[in-house]
C-alpha cells in the first residue's frame, strides 16, 4: 500500500508543478500588461508635463516682459511728475519753463535738443523692440495654438487629407484639359497645312 501512495505523490507532484508553474505563467503575463500599461502612462504623462512646461515658458515670456514694460513706463511717469512739478513750481508764471529756455545760451540748447533726440530715438527703439516681441509671442501662441487643434482633431489629418486631394484633382483636370486643347491644335495646324 505504500508504494501506492508513493506512486500518487510522484504523480501528483508533477501535476502539481505544472499548476504552479501555469499560475506563475499567468503571473508574469499579468505583471507584463501591467507595466506595459505603466511605461504608456507614464509617456502621456511626460508628453501632458512638457505641454504644460511649455505654456508655463510662454506665461513667464509674457510676464518679464509685462515687467520690463512697467518699469519703462513707471521711468516716465517720474520723469513726466518731475516736469509736472517744475512747471508748477511758479503757479503764477506759466511760461516759467519756456523762459527759461530762452535764458540758456544757444551751445546749451543745442545740447539739451542732442539729448532729447537721442532720448527720442532710445523711446522708439524701445517700442520697436516691444511691437517685435508682442508680434513674436502671437506667431508663437498662433502656432502653439495649431499645434493643439491637430493634436486634439482627429478629423484634422483627414480633411487635410481631403483638401490636398482636392487641389491635386483640380491640377490633374487642369493638366488633362491643356493637353486636349494642345492635341486639338496640333490637328488644326496639320489639316490646314
Known amino acids: 500500500m505504500e508504494g501506492r501512495t508513493e506512486r500518487s505523490r510522484v504523480v501528483t507532484d508533477p501535476e502539481r508543478r505544472a499548476e504552479e508553474l501555469l499560475m506563475e505563467t499567468k503571473m508574469k503575463e499579468m505583471l507584463q ?9 507614464v509617456a502621456d504623462l511626460e508628453r ?5 512646461e511649455d505654456e508655463g515658458n510662454e506665461w513667464k515670456t509674457r510676464y518679464e516682459t509685462q515687467v520690463e514694460l512697467n518699469k519703462q513706463l513707471e521711468r516716465q511717469i517720474h520723469a513726466l511728475q518731475e516736469k509736472s512739478e ?16 530762452d535764458q540758456m545760451p544757444v551751445g546749451a540748447l543745442n545740447q539739451y535738443l ?4 537721442e532720448e527720442k530715438i532710445l523711446m522708439e527703439n524701445h517700442l520697436k523692440d516691444f511691437e517685435l516681441r508682442i508680434d513674436q509671442e502671437a506667431k508663437t501662441s498662433a502656432a502653439q495654438e495649431a499645434v493643439k487643434k491637430q493634436t486634439t482633431d482627429p478629423g484634422h489629418v483627414t480633411r487635410e ?3 490636398h486631394k482636392g487641389v491635386h484633382n483640380a491640377s490633374t483636370k487642369k493638366q488633362t484639359t491643356s493637353k486636349k486643347k494642345d492635341a486639338a491644335r496640333k490637328t488644326t495646324k496639320q489639316s490646314v497645312s
Open 33 to 41: 500588461a501591467s507595466v506595459s500599461d505603466m511605461k504608456n502612462t
Open 48 to 52: 501632458k508635463l512638457s505641454s504644460v
Open 86 to 101: 517744475y512747471i508748477r513750481g511758479n503757479p503764477t508764471d506759466r511760461l516759467s519753463s519756456i523762459r527759461s529756455y
Open 114 to 117: 542732442k539729448r532729447l533726440e
Open 161 to 163: 487629407k481631403q483638401a
